[in-house]
């Protein structure tokens, strides 16, 4: 399960997570932090939890969260084996 948290500019915006779709399986599968504000939005900065159930959308050694400021790939394959996950972090400008 993948769980992400953070803070919402408007109160009625629309936070989800949307796997990208692939061929074959990728090393880290992308899933998508996605905001989506009506026309008319209610300024407000929010908490926001939302979730995702990864059967499916692991890739051969983890999941890639892609926000609209920051990447973070977090290892998979070893939790799988017993190692603990390892994270790292994509410091690429958007």
């Known amino acids: ?4 948290a953070g803070e919402k500019l408007f109160a ?4 989800s997570l949307n796997p990208r ?11 998508e932090v996605v905001g989506c504000t009506p026309a008319i939005g209610q300024p407000a900065i929010v908490p ?3 979730e995702l159930d990864l059967t499916g959308h692991v890739g051969t050694r983890g999941i890639e969260v892609i926000g609209a400021n920051h990447t ?3 290892e998979l394959a070893a939790a799988a084996e017993g190692t603990p996950p390892e994270t790292a972090v994509d410091e690429t400008p958007a």
Do not use: A, C, D, S
């Open 1 to 4: 399960m993948l769980v992400v």
């Open 12 to 15: 009625n915006t629309q936070v």
């Open 21 to 31: 779709h692939y061929v074959q399986k990728p090393e880290y599968w992308g899933i």
């Open 48 to 50: 926001y939890v939302v």
């Open 72 to 74: 973070e790939r977090i």
